[in-house]
């Protein structure tokens, strides 16, 4: 099954997603190697799914996926051409929905265990560090880049294979009722929530609004199934579980829980060592990223670990192996500077918390390069006016502000930096900021580099290598 999907033929899945299949039986009955939506990546005997898009209509790609050798094509479009009807090909209403159903029925048909991960922050490094503690002992995929959404998860789905026994998917989500039709398709044995904090205030209100949102994981978690929550987390902290699932394991800094860390030691940038209590023993181990935070990812994955019947030793290994993507608490050291590369999204909790990690830093000027935090609501400024009062209390040397929101970061800087320690420079737009980035910055600096995905600061990080 490495090179195919196991009962996913053409014609069973226009049944499964109801639409019209065209094209000859034989072509019809041959089970496909892959399903993408990229036609730069299509493979010889594979599907197409053409999405039309807000820029691109994949459809414009039919002709050329099937030059490249694939067997099918997925449209909401009829065949365009007669010699496409010689050709496996399956017309819906909507190929996003297709997607879906394909993905839940194929979930359903591979015998696989699936861990679901949601929460506000943290989701792709707890992600990551779960998927490397696991892959000690069981063939272990896990969501790649950001397909956590309503298109990504299936996209990460159709990856699975024979071979995998575990499958790490991460879940995000934006409003209500999303994470209820994610939970259908992944069909989660197990899941783990990070935390409830302030993001997509827009659309959900508050915490509480966030909490109810994130909770809908429940609404298919398999009957009996785990719940890791974390425990530190006073919205989490409150749930009791219902009659779907089992009593929650809490995890957390505090003693008092199950899962929990003695002896936090932090090593700056290299990480921090601690000591790991766990029902099963204690046991020392390195995280190699730094950041308090990391902890309840070491945790939560050691429980995790656990229950899927490692051993301590296999679990630090997983631990200590962790290595973080890119744009997400990825520490860059160039010729003359330290990034911490964190710019692939931001919230007020996020922040506060890579202000924290900078703020460690024992050498050079602490610097920190900070973009617009969006989908925050009615609260926005006051949530950006927060941030720079906590980078302003952690005594940041020089903050960078980029964005029109990001001018409240320089007015909560201003206002509560008393002691005039920490400078800042207001750039609207991010190429004016770029420009300046050889002047302000200075050799032996240590940089934060943080923004919603939508400011591009990847630009930054690429423009401070260079450097």
């Keep these: 099954m490495k090179d195919r999907m196991i009962g996913m033929a053409p014609i069973k899945m226009a049944a499964v997603c109801k639409g019209r299949y065209f094209g000859s039986p034989e072509q019809g009955e041959q089970e496909i190697t892959d399903l993408t939506t990229d036609s730069r ?4 005997g594979g599907m197409f799914a053409a999405i039309r898009g ?97 298109l990504g998860l299936p ?32 069909r989660p044995d197990h ?64 003693s008092s829980w199950e899962y929990h860390a003695r002896g936090i030691e932090s090593l700056g940038l290299e990480g921090s060592r601690a000591r790991l209590a766990t029902p099963s023993g204690e046991f020392e181990v390195k995280i190699p990223v730094p950041g308090r935070h990391m902890i309840y990812n070491a945790l939560v994955s050691a429980a995790v670990g656990l229950d899927y019947g490692l051993t301590l030793e296999e679990i630090r290994t997983g631990i200590e192996s962790f290595v973080p993507v890119g744009g997400r608490s990825n520490v860059i050291r160039t010729g ?7 710019c692939y999204n931001a919230n007020p909790v996020s922040m506060k918390a890579g202000l924290d990690v900078l703020a460690d830093v024992p050498r050079g000027r602490r610097v920190a390069i900070l973009g617009d ?13 927060q941030v720079g009062a906590h980078a302003a209390a952690r005594g940041i040397d020089l903050v960078l502000a980029v964005g029109s929101l990001a001018q409240e970061y320089v007015r909560g800087i201003e206002d509560n930096n008393r002691d005039r320690t920490t400078a800042t420079y207001y750039f609207p737009e991010l190429e004016e900021a770029i420009g300046r980035l050889g002047q302000l910055i200075l050799p032996g600096d240590s940089i934060l580099v943080k923004a919603s995905h939508a400011m591009n600061f990847e630009k930054i990080v690429a423009q401070l290598k260079a450097i």
Excluded at 80 to 97: E, G
Excluded at 171 to 181: K, P, Q
């Design 373 to 385: 935090m969006f989908e925050l609501g009615e609260q926005e400024a006051q949530l950006h006016y």
């Design 191 to 254: 899941c783990i929530i990070t935390n409830i904090g302030q993001c997509h205030l827009e659309q959900l209100g508050d915490r509480d609004g966030v909490l109810r949102a994130k909770t809908e994981i429940f609404s298919y978690l398999r009957p009996g199934g785990r719940v890791y929550l974390n425990g530190d987390d006073d919205k989490l902290a409150s749930l009791e579980g219902d009659s779907r699932i089992q009593p929650p394991i809490f995890f957390g800094l505090d």
């Design 54 to 150: 807000n820029r691109v209509d994949g459809n414009r790609f039919v002709p050329e996926c099937y030059q490249k050798g694939v067997l099918c094509c997925l449209s909401e479009e009829p065949p365009q051409a007669p010699a496409d009807l010689q050709k496996a090909y399956i017309q819906v209403d909507s190929c996003q929905q297709a997607l879906k159903d394909l993905a839940e029925y194929y979930r359903q048909s591979c015998n696989i265990q699936v861990i679901g991960i949601t929460g506000s922050v943290g989701k792709t490094t707890t992600k990551e560090m779960v998927a490397s503690v696991l892959s000690q002992k069981y063939d272990t995929l896990k969501t790649l880049g950001n397909f956590n959404n309503e």
């Design 336 to 342: 003359s500077l330290t990034v911490m590369d964190d």
């Design 155 to 186: 996209l990460t789905i159709f990856r699975l294979r024979e071979n995998h026994e575990i499958a790490v998917l991460e879940m995000g989500i934006s409003d209500f009722g999303e994470m209820t039709r994610l939970s259908k398709i992944a």
């Design 41 to 44: 990546k299509v493979m010889p």
